[in-house]
């Protein structure tokens, strides 16, 4: 269109000297908008350019995979199945459902909350954590309460860290980490969870995933800020152990470092779980404890979180959540104030039946691996499996799309033709490491069994169709 417009000289100096902004093409109306813009003598529009900090990320995991499933099901005559996102395909229990309900009957409820969370909410978060705290909690100045544990997270790593202040995380890694540390000019330094040896071979527990402490320690320098840690683990389901965490604080104590401990599947654990906030006077005042009503209550889409810690500590991650949200919103705080109320009844005996319907999902599901002799790792805590697929095949001319190849990883592919094949969605897990180490994870796949008995009864029958392609020993 451009050449029609202008004569082939005054092409060529027009595409030398301006600079045509990548949105109009030359062969669109734009090029004529341009030409009259530049009779106009106004300047050619072109968008404002974003963050490189946001521009330059690729698309996430769970855009990937959910966009691949939605447009699968185009195709396939049976319902796909999603044990990918960590969502719950049920309702959270019925005493929280009424509370959230009652909430928009309350004029109050309706309205803006204090920015550090309903006092309602954070009284029945002290009393929640009081129990395995070790301390009494003041609800006043130790608890905030965010959007979720990840605007919580993101409030503390925007209050504590300065352009260029390292965060030591460990991989794999829940995947928010990153940005929500780099938006605020954080460096991540990354620690490796080293895998079980020959897990090809056999079922793993999640604790023979091991911290390298001497790793670890090199990689303390002066400008480390903050250490996250993750327990219960997600991918992998490691639960910490009273020794790993001791290690880890002592480390985090002699070198003043913030512990930000990710705790927010700590009602779902299957072996002694530990809190690292409860192991000195010292480590108290170091640490951040996350938690989230999401996985408490099966409620994701509530977006109600919380951090715990010491008043000094908390003062910044609340003054940093004034400015990022102001509140959480009100019914759903209130919600989750009155639920929490009822399941820390002590004859309500929520907490005990969840964990206990987990223990029988894990179990239930888990027996396809075997079946279909596959391997993998079997969580302490949370509701995710890590399954080795090294032995599935599949075809290597398959028609994958750009987006896949793209990746270039294993797990990405698998990924793809679990859905179009079999209509069973999972999440890759190289996403949860650094592009160098993807090779360590791609023979991977992650389960997330938050759903229904009958709901995991139709995928474990949707997996068992895999037989034909599992290679044999
Ligand atoms: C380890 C971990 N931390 C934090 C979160 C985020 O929790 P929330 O939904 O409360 O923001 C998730 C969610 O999947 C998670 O797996």
Same mark, same amino acid.
């Given at each position: 269109?451009?050449?029609?417009?202008?004569?082939?000289?005054?092409?060529?100096?027009?595409?030398?000297?301006?600079?045509?902004?990548?949105?109009?093409?030359?062969?669109?109306?734009?090029?004529?908008?341009?030409? @009259?813009?530049?009779?106009?003598?106004?300047?050619?529009?072109?968008?404002?350019?974003?963050? #490189?900090?946001?521009?330059?990320?690729?698309?996430?995991?769970?855009?990937?995979?959910?966009?691949? /499933?939605?447009?699968?099901?185009?195709?396939?005559?049976?319902?796909?199945?999603?044990?990918?996102?960590?969502?719950?395909?049920?309702?959270?229990?019925?005493?929280? &459902?009424?509370?959230?309900?009652? /909430?928009?009957?309350?004029?109050? %409820?309706?309205?803006?909350?204090?920015?550090?969370?309903?006092?309602?909410?954070?009284?029945?978060?002290?009393?929640?954590?009081?129990?395995?705290?070790?301390?009494? $909690?003041?609800?006043?100045?130790?608890?905030?309460?965010?959007?979720?544990?990840?605007?919580?997270?993101?409030?503390?790593?925007?209050?504590?860290?300065?352009?260029?202040?390292?965060?030591?995380?460990?991989?794999?890694?829940?995947?928010?980490?990153?940005?929500?540390?780099?938006?605020?000019?954080?460096?991540?330094?990354?620690?490796?969870?080293?895998? #079980?040896?020959?897990?090809?071979?056999?079922?793993?527990?999640?604790?023979?995933?091991?911290?390298?402490?001497?790793?670890?320690?090199?990689?303390?320098?002066?400008?480390?800020?903050?250490?996250?840690?993750?327990? #219960?683990?997600?991918?992998?389901?490691?639960?910490?152990?009273?020794?790993?965490?001791?290690?880890?604080?002592?480390?985090?104590?002699?070198?003043? &470092?913030?512990?930000?401990?990710?705790?927010?599947?700590? @009602?779902?654990?299957?072996?002694?779980?530990?809190?690292?906030?409860?192991?000195? #006077?010292?480590?108290?005042?170091?640490?951040?404890?996350?938690?989230?009503?999401?996985?408490?209550?099966?409620?994701?889409?509530?977006?109600?979180?919380?951090?715990?810690?010491? /008043?000094?500590? $908390?003062?910044?991650?609340?003054?940093?959540?004034? @400015? $990022?949200?102001? %509140?959480?919103?009100?019914?759903?705080?209130?919600?989750?104030?009155?639920?929490?109320?009822?399941?820390?009844?002590?004859?309500?005996?929520?907490?005990?039946?969840?964990?206990?319907?987990?223990?029988?999902?894990?179990?239930?599901?888990?027996? &396809?691996?075997?079946?279909?002799?596959?391997?993998?790792?079997?969580?302490?805590?949370?509701?995710?499996?890590?399954?080795?697929?090294?032995?599935?095949?599949?075809?290597?001319?398959?028609?994958?799309?750009?987006?896949?190849?793209?990746?270039?990883?294993?797990?990405?592919?698998?990924?793809?033709?679990?859905?179009?094949?079999?209509?069973?969605?999972? &999440?890759?897990?190289?996403?949860?490491?650094?592009?160098?180490?993807?090779?360590?994870?791609?023979?991977?796949?992650?389960?997330?069994? %938050?759903?229904?008995?009958?709901?995991?009864?139709?995928?474990?029958?949707?997996?068992?169709?895999?037989?034909?392609?599992?290679?044999?020993?």
């Amino acid at each position: 269109m451009i050449s029609k417009l202008f004569p082939r000289t005054f092409d060529a100096r027009l595409t030398r000297f301006l600079t045509i902004p990548q949105s109009f093409s030359l062969t669109n109306s734009g090029s004529l908008s341009i030409y @009259r813009s530049m009779s106009n003598g106004v300047k050619p529009f072109s968008y404002p350019k974003p963050s #490189p900090k946001i521009a330059g990320q690729a698309k996430d995991v769970w855009s990937i995979v959910n966009e691949a /499933a939605a447009e699968a099901q185009n195709s396939l005559p049976f319902p796909i199945l999603n044990l990918g996102q960590g969502f719950f395909s049920y309702n959270p229990p019925d005493f929280a &459902i009424k509370a959230a309900q009652a /909430a928009l009957d309350d004029v109050s %409820c309706n309205q803006y909350s204090p920015t550090r969370g309903r006092i309602s909410l954070r009284k029945a978060l002290a009393a929640a954590y009081e129990p395995t705290y070790g301390r009494k $909690i003041d609800w006043d100045t130790e608890v905030v309460v965010t959007s979720g544990a990840n605007e919580g997270m993101f409030s503390a790593f925007t209050g504590f860290l300065s352009e260029g202040d390292e965060v030591i995380v460990f991989e794999p890694f829940f995947d928010q980490y990153i940005s929500n540390i780099e938006l605020p000019g954080g460096k991540v330094v990354y620690v490796p969870l080293v895998p #079980p040896s020959n897990d090809d071979t056999r079922t793993v527990s999640s604790t023979e995933w091991t911290v390298d402490f001497d790793d670890l320690e090199s990689k303390i320098s002066p400008r480390t800020k903050m250490i996250v840690i993750n327990s #219960p683990h997600n991918p992998v389901g490691k639960v910490f152990s009273r020794e790993e965490l001791e290690r880890i604080g002592k480390l985090a104590v002699d070198n003043n &470092i913030i512990v930000l401990s990710d705790e927010v599947y700590d @009602r779902l654990y299957y072996s002694e779980f530990t809190r690292i906030a409860t192991l000195s #006077p010292e480590l108290q005042k170091l640490t951040l404890t996350v938690g989230s009503a999401g996985k408490t209550f099966s409620a994701t889409g509530w977006r109600v979180g919380w951090l715990i810690g010491d /008043a000094e500590l $908390i003062k910044y991650v609340a003054a940093a959540h004034t @400015r $990022i949200c102001f %509140c959480v919103n009100s019914p759903l705080q209130e919600g989750t104030a009155v639920a929490l109320q009822e399941a820390i009844k002590p004859e309500n005996t929520f907490f005990e039946d969840h964990v206990e319907s987990y223990k029988r999902k894990l179990k239930n599901f888990n027996r &396809i691996w075997d079946e279909l002799g596959l391997t993998y790792t079997d969580p302490d805590g949370g509701y995710f499996v890590l399954v080795n697929f090294s032995k599935l095949q599949i075809p290597e001319d398959y028609d994958f799309p750009e987006e896949i190849l793209a990746r270039g990883t294993r797990d990405f592919k698998m990924t793809y033709w679990l859905i179009r094949e079999i209509g069973l969605v999972t &999440i890759p897990p190289t996403e949860f490491y650094l592009p160098e180490h993807a090779h360590l994870a791609e023979k991977y796949l992650r389960f997330a069994v %938050c759903k229904t008995d009958d709901y995991l009864e139709q995928a474990v029958e949707r997996l068992r169709l895999l037989k034909p392609y599992i290679k044999s020993d």
